[in-house]
Every structure is written in structure tokens, then in C-alpha cells.
């Protein structure tokens, strides 16, 4: 649970929100994130509640999905929301992760020392 | 202030809003949280500015806070926000703890090794 | 990259949105961090996109900037965005200091053991 010394750790990008303009500037934040830190960093972007909508594609930003996917960026997709709105992992984008639960897998990454973002 | 290797550290959620659909979302991350982590996970649910409307009862959602309580998650008032409100702790839901700074006692926490969302 | 045991840790409070009443409250809440941890903390206030309007002086609040500037805080401002917005060094307000990213900024600070913030 605690940070290892040296280990190379990543960033978790949160994201709850469904509104299409912030949900573009998350992932743009994202690749400038990357830009800065190097293509060695890992960064997942987590979704849950109406962030999801980021994974189903309903927000229209499936192009900007697959290019992080390119450089290697996580997205991923809460399970309890999916199925509150009886979604499968076929109603997602290729390469979204689905986690068991959004905020838990936050609070994992942090235990294991990645830093967290809320654009 | 270092984080201690082993030692079982909480996590800190962070409510500075008043909107009651917003304040019933962030209270079942929280539950989602505890389902996720076990029950034996410390939960602090941190409010501050119009936020601590949580705390009153003000936003209707006075059972949600029994309810956790129940399961032990903490909910916090900043004592800046209730001497800028003219509030007192008899105003408060059972159970409510006060803090002498909402973002103070965010920082604490994160320096004993907590987590931190922002839902 | 690890939390250093002992080492004095500061504060990044990340501040990406534009709306006055919300910076404005951010500022204060950033007061209050002061008050509550002592003046030795180290806290920067942490802006990029739409956010970067406090440190041109748009949204009204130089002086308030000018107050935390006293205390020791510093504000600043992501060359991305400076960039996005054709903006130089020359449209900021005294004192502000220019990061490469602001988000990776905020990651290298946690990656030092600050505390994140966003109220």
C-alpha cells in the first residue's frame, strides 16, 4: 500500500462528467499531460456516473479516444455504472477497460502512489 | 507526515457544493466506495462553503447521512464556513464532526497518507 | 520521485475554470489554508485553460492575487495555454510564475509529496 521509492508511477485522470466541451478538455489535458512527462507515463482516465458516456461514444469523442489509446492512455469504465444503465462491455469503445468500481480504482492507484488529477 | 508502509490509511472525499443532485451523487460514490474497499476503510466526507448544506439538512439528504453514518463514514463541517454562515453545531445532523478548516483537514489527511477524491 | 519522511510538503491548489465567483472562493479558500496551516506552508495556486484568467487580471481579482502574493502564495500560469491563447509573459499579473503544463506541473508536485487540492 505505501509508495515505493523509485517505482515509476502513474497519474489517474478523474472523470465524472458527461458534458462533451469538458470532457474534450479532459482529453486534452491528457495529451498535454503526456507531452510533458514523456510516452513512458502511465495515464488512465477514469470514468463512472455520466462520465461513462466518454466510453460508449455518445459524446462523440471516439476519434480522440482511440488516439490516446495510440500513446497508450486507459480509459476506463466503472462497472456499478454500467450496470446501472444496462450497459455491456460490448456498448464500449475498443480498448476501455472496465473496472470494478470507478472510485475505488482511484483510490487504489493512489495507495500504490500514482498521483491524481480532477481537470 | 510521512506515510506510514503498512498502516491503514483513509480516504477523504471533497464536497465544496451545494446542488442536491450533485451532494446525492458524491454520497453514493462514497457507499459504492465502501462496497468496493470492505467496510474496516476510513471515509471522511469533507465540506466547506456551500457544501456544509449537507450538514444542515438543508438539501434533504439528512437519511443518505444516517445511513452512512451507520457504516461509519464521517461527515465533516468546516468551522470557517459555519462562523461565515452564523451557524453552530447545534444546527448540525447528528453525528457531524467538526473541523477547524475544511481544506486544512483535506491537506492532514493527505500528509497521514489518505486519499483524496474530488466526485 | 518518493514522499521524502519529514521534508516540508506544500499545497497545489489546481484552479482550471474561469467563472469569477468560483476563483474568487478558490482565493479564499486558499486564505484559510494559510491561516489554518501557518505561513510556512508552501502552497501554489495552479491554473491552465479558462483558468489562466486570474492571472491576467480578467476576472477582477488582482488585488486579492496581489494579498496571497504578501503571504508567500504563488500563482501560476500553464505555457500551453499561454500559447493556445497568444498570450507572453508581458499579459500577466506581477508575480505570476509560467509552468511548461499545468497538469504535469500538479503531478511532479504530488510526485514531491504535496498535497492536491481542488475546491
Do not use: F, I, K
Not at 509508495?3 to 466541451?21: F, I, K, N, R, S
Not at 455518445?58 to 479516444?65: N, R, W
Not at 475498443?94 to 470494478?100: E, I, L, S
Amino acid at each position: 500500500m505505501g509508495q515505493t521509492e523509485g517505482a515509476v508511477c502513474g497519474v489517474v485522470v478523474h472523470l465524472p462528467e458527461a458534458d462533451p466541451g469538458r470532457q474534450a478538455a479532459v482529453l486534452r489535458n491528457t495529451a498535454n499531460l503526456l507531452r510533458a512527462l514523456g510516452p513512458d507515463t502511465q495515464v488512465e482516465v477514469v470514468t463512472h456516473g455520466p462520465g461513462v458516456e466518454l466510453c460508449t461514444g455518445e459524446t462523440g469523442l471516439a476519434d480522440t479516444v482511440a488516439q490516446l489509446r495510440e500513446q497508450r492512455v486507459t480509459v476506463c469504465a466503472c462497472a456499478n455504472t454500467l450496470t446501472a444503465r444496462d450497459l455491456s462491455e460490448d456498448d464500449l469503445l475498443p480498448g476501455v477497460a472496465v473496472v470494478d468500481s470507478g472510485v475505488a480504482h482511484l483510490v487504489r492507484r493512489q495507495r500504490e502512489g500514482w498521483s491524481y488529477l480532477r481537470p
